[in-house]
């Protein structure tokens, strides 16, 4: 058997699993359709009741959200109409492109990683991208939410196709004291930001998308789309910070804190403060959250 000794060939064999990824199983037609609907510039109610009502676990899981505490509703929603009514286009949007993202990439749960809080932290973290975009005024708030859903798909990458991998990973951060990062480059020659990013630009994601995932643990090197970058990091950060979500894989994470000076966030008290500030917003999200499984 071939042994595989350098880094760069590590690379090149992961690269050729990765390649072949694309016989994924396609995201679900109907969160598909429903996903163009919703991307149009004046969405039809109608239509997306259509397209939603023709797959009965979706329309479960866009009730009980509907349902869920965060909304507060005294009357209980039970057809779709009055549930796109009650989250809006917007919310709907962010719960269907998560819900196919979760779709394509779920995997079970070991030891190794919890799936529902890998998907709570990626959530939360597009979530409190969404709103910090938001506070300071970046644009493209929609962008924000799923660069920040996506930024850690090269762990669920890893631990559905490089399973083994995964557990030598882990392995090594526990025994050698090497970061995350460190730990996958050593294994399979690249982190999950650049798999996340390898992958994305082969689906034709966006450039910027692409630039995001693959720099969000060091937005300063950031090529494309620097302030959303230094958002996410921020958001990632911030998740870690108010401990919720699966962090046991990324547990050495460290804010970078030059890129903050760009966010006119100075000392580590102004850090502290603008950090409080999303406490409220973030237990209500992982309310929202615990209905998309
Ligand atoms: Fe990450
Ligand atoms: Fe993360």
Not at 75 to 90: E, N, P
Not at 222 to 228: D, H, M, Y
Not at 256 to 278: A, C, P, Q, W
């Amino acid at each position: 058997m071939e042994i595989i000794t350098t880094q760069t060939q590590r690379r090149t064999k992961t690269e050729m699993v990765l390649a072949n990824i694309f016989k994924l199983p396609p995201i679900p037609k109907v969160l598909l359709e429903a996903s163009k609907i919703l991307d149009s510039k004046a969405p039809k109610s109608k239509l997306l009741v259509d397209v939603i009502s023709k797959d009965q676990s979706l329309v479960t899981k866009v009730l009980s959200i509907a349902n869920s505490p965060l909304f507060g509703l005294q009357r209980k929603v039970t057809s779709m109409d009055f549930a796109i009514l009650v989250l809006g286009f917007s919310e709907l949007k962010k719960i269907i492109s998560a819900l196919s993202v979760i779709e394509t990439f779920k995997n079970k749960t070991d030891k190794y990683l919890d799936q529902k809080e890998f998907w709570l932290h990626s959530f939360l973290t597009g979530s409190i991208s969404e709103k910090i975009a938001e506070d300071v005024g970046f644009q493209v708030k929609g962008e924000a939410f799923l660069a920040g859903f996506l930024h850690d798909m090269g762990v669920a990458v890893i631990h559905r196709f490089f399973h083994s991998s995964f557990v030598t990973i882990s392995e090594l951060q526990e025994n050698s004291g090497l970061s995350l990062l460190e730990a996958e480059t050593e294994v399979l020659g690249m982190d999950h930001a650049e798999i996340g990013s390898f992958l994305a630009e082969n689906w034709n994601f966006p450039t910027s998308l692409c630039d995001v995932i693959r720099y969000h643990h060091a937005p300063n090197e950031s090529l494309s789309n620097f302030l959303l970058a230094s958002i996410i990091h921020l958001a990632d950060f911030t998740t870690k910070h108010f401990n919720v979500g699966q962090f046991a894989v990324d547990k050495n994470l460290e804010l970078d804190m030059e890129v903050m000076k760009n966010m006119r966030i100075h000392s580590e008290d102004e850090l502290n403060t603008f950090i409080s500030g999303y406490d409220t917003f973030l237990l209500e999200q992982s309310e929202a959250v615990r209905y998309l499984s």
